[in-house]
């Protein structure tokens, strides 16, 4: 629904209508068959309205994304469980939400169907599919109604339940249950059809063709697990850096690319001498002099909006230059699907990028500049929710290709350090000094879980939000001033959903004086642009960083099902 116009001009009256039904009541039809013994997970209701569907879900345990494109969102937010995180998106194209990168256990589209032209709902049931996790529920309530002004003012559109169960079988999801005509529990004139749809397996078919790549297909180089393993730390680290978003493909800077591809590559080669292919006459394609004179560069530095001055980021460019054009006519050439040896999986197109006369930070628009890179985008979406595992299965393999080629006594180099990412440590120097500095000059800094003022020199500690043992991220942002006993306290936790809600007005605080108007406020939004999704601005608010914070605490928590960290018991004297 793109036209919310008639539910802005209401939006008082509405609330209030949605508000007094009891939400138990209204879904009891379906609720005690389906999800009162299912274990609660990712849920999206979609033109969620009040939010009254999508708190009852979060008092159920579920985790919501409620999407409402109209007013009432902003009053839905003011009564909101901490476990709703609200977005602004609307159908047909779901285009903020896709983004995220989720999947869903349960999406619900709760009077929503109507709104929805009878011309785009293959569209429309193709894109909830792919949002849905295998053994997900889509559920359905069609609107049946005779006041035909109504229907006029709000600009509905007939349904009926033999489309829509149509639409399941034309995308091979499975018609779980139908409920019909159940009476409107405030207006006689109104009757539902509930229609449940359960989505069978992954559906994709992306799980065996990552398969194939990283398993069965030739490899006469390591270049193939190498693309594959560059595509897989940016899918899961900076889920952000997707430039173009289309039906069937996302574009990201082939310059960031190559970059993570450096970075995979520099510990193997210029650290530990590690052969890439079979002994021989000749070199790597993509390893020029550019690539060997970034040898006392540490790959720590080779990341995501770093800064560079004049001569090392002209080394940088050359050795982006070079691996961008080997990608193209070596891995992403001959990466195909099973069967189909002319059709690539991978597009891409490299661009010849000039010399900057002064320094370069990595952002999206530089590494851009040196082409696109396209790739399907339910493949993109399989290679961050499954990176967790998807990463070591890529290692052991590249292990046990590269071992036979390593001249006898150098087998042991081909150890875990070699493949560590990019060699990177656990950072918290810059933001330690940055929280000691702006006490020292008169602010206020609290904990960020416990609120409480950071009075002592010896008990502050700077917290990872989310934790670096599972996602390794120093960017500003996601590095808060906290106790110390507290953070010992959180430890590898995530925080749970009402945490980080409770401390939400500290984050921005810290963030605001911390590194607004400082010569890091760059860094900071570049970094937050990256490795958050859904920011389409290059200066987000930071109350819209911290949404997007909220959706990333969310994809880790399904994805790598991290323990959660719950709210501090305020009644417990941290004093």
């Not at 004179?293 to 790959?299: D, K, Q």
Request: net charge neutral; proline share 6%; with cysteine.
């Amino acid at each position: 629904m793109t036209n919310t116009r008639y539910y802005d001009e209401h939006q008082d009256q509405i609330f209030k209508a949605y508000q007094a039904l009891d939400p138990e009541e209204l879904h009891q039809v379906w609720a005690k068959d389906l999800i009162k013994n299912r274990k609660a997970g990712a849920a999206c209701d979609i033109g969620a309205g009040s939010g009254r569907d999508a708190n009852w879900l979060a008092k159920l345990g579920w985790e919501v994304v409620a999407v409402e494109p109209s007013k009432l969102r902003e009053l839905g937010k003011e009564i909101s469980d901490p476990r709703v995180t609200w977005l602004d998106d609307s159908l047909p194209s779901l285009k903020t939400l896709r983004s995220l990168g989720h999947r869903f256990d349960l999406i619900l589209l709760n009077a929503v169907w109507q709104h929805v032209r009878t011309s785009e709902r293959k569209r429309v049931f193709r894109v909830l599919c792919e949002l849905l996790n295998p053994a997900g529920l889509l559920l359905f309530s069609l609107r049946k109604g005779e006041d035909e002004s109504e229907n006029q003012a709000r600009e509905f559109h007939p349904v009926n339940s033999a489309e829509l169960i149509q639409l399941g079988n034309q995308h091979a999801v499975e018609h779980r249950a139908e409920y019909l005509n159940r009476q409107d529990l405030a207006r006689k004139h109104v009757n539902w059809d509930w229609q449940i749809f359960e989505m069978p397996d992954d559906g994709t078919g992306n799980l065996p063709l990552l398969r194939h790549i990283i398993v069965n297909d030739n490899k006469s180089a390591s270049y193939k697990l190498g693309l594959l393993r560059t595509l897989v730390k940016l899918a899961e680290n900076a889920p952000g850096v997707v430039t173009k978003r289309e039906e069937d493909y996302v574009e990201v800077p082939f310059g960031a690319v190559g970059l993570y591809w450096i970075k995979l590559y520099h510990p193997l080669i210029l650290q530990r001498g590690l052969r890439q292919r079979p002994p021989g006459p000749g070199g790597y394609g993509f390893a020029q002099d550019a690539f060997y004179s970034l040898e006392h560069t540490s790959p720590s530095v080779l990341d995501l909006g770093y800064r560079f001055d004049v001569d090392r980021a002209d080394s940088l460019r050359k050795a982006i230059l070079d691996v961008c054009r080997n990608i193209q006519i070596m891995p992403a050439n001959f990466i195909t699907y099973p069967g189909d040896a002319n059709r690539q999986v991978f597009e891409c197109e490299a661009k010849t990028v000039q010399k900057h006369q002064g320094p370069v930070t990595l952002s999206k628009d530089y590494l851009s500049d040196f082409g696109t890179f396209r790739i399907p985008s339910l493949l993109w979406q399989t290679l961050g929710q499954f990176a967790c595992w998807l990463d070591p299965a890529i290692v052991r393999e590249w292990k046990q290709l590269i071992i036979p080629w390593q001249n006898k006594g150098q087998l042991d180099a081909a150890d875990n350090y070699a493949f560590e990412w990019g060699s990177s440590q656990r950072e918290t120097t810059t933001v330690s000094s940055r929280a000691r500095q702006v006490r020292n000059e008169g602010f206020p800094l609290t904990c960020i879980w416990s609120a409480k003022l950071l009075k002592s020199k010896s008990n502050l500690a700077i917290d990872h939000c989310f934790p670096w043992s599972r996602w390794p991220n120093n960017d500003l942002w996601n590095l808060l001033p906290t106790r110390a006993d507290v953070n010992l306290k959180k430890s590898d936790r995530l925080p749970a959903a009402e945490t980080l809600a409770d401390a939400q007005a500290r984050i921005v605080s810290w963030w605001e004086r911390a590194w607004l108007d400082t010569p890091q406020e760059e860094q900071f939004f570049i970094e937050a642009n990256f490795a958050l999704p859904g920011l389409s601005s290059e200066k987000p608010s930071l109350e819209r960083i911290h949404e997007a914070t909220e959706h990333q605490r969310r994809r880790l928590k399904q994805d790598q099902q991290i323990p959660e960290w719950p709210p501090l018991n305020k009644a417990i004297d941290l004093s």
